[in-house]
């Protein structure tokens, strides 16, 4: 069992960064790939970013590739999200996975509780 916290949500303007942090406890992360989604009111559940164990591979949406990168420390079973360039539609509720394979789809093992972040325009 996986347990994930996420954490450094909050207000930011717009072309602001703000940097998302997700510590995992319970078995070690070092062997699972983990991710980050977002869900905006009344949208589904969307793909942001994922890295495999090693680092060696990631993964970004579209919509946020050149202004979001995942780094990830495995000594601190913690990966990171860093929003740079911030827009108002990249406003919502971002949560934390984890899961033994990467993907882009929602079909991961452990999820966190999610930390909201509102860009202002």
């Given at each position: ?9 909050g207000?930011v ?12 406890a ?15 009111p ?11 164990w ?16 995942i ?27 984890a ?23």
């Amino acid at each position: 069992q996986v347990q994930l916290g996420e954490s450094g949500g909050g207000l930011v303007q717009a072309g602001g960064s703000r940097r998302l942090a997700c510590a995992a406890a319970g078995r070690t992360c070092s062997n699972y790939a983990m991710a980050w989604f977002r869900q905006a009111p009344g949208k589904e559940r969307d793909f942001v970013s994922a890295i495999t164990w090693s680092g060696g591979s990631t993964l970004y949406a579209d919509s946020v590739k050149g202004r979001f990168t995942i780094p990830r420390d495995n000594a601190k079973n913690t990966v990171y999200l860093q929003m740079n360039y911030l827009k108002p539609e990249d406003t919502a509720v971002y949560y934390c996975a984890a899961d033994r394979l990467i993907r882009r789809t929602p079909q991961y093992a452990y999820w966190g509780q999610g930390t909201q972040v509102t860009v202002s325009s």
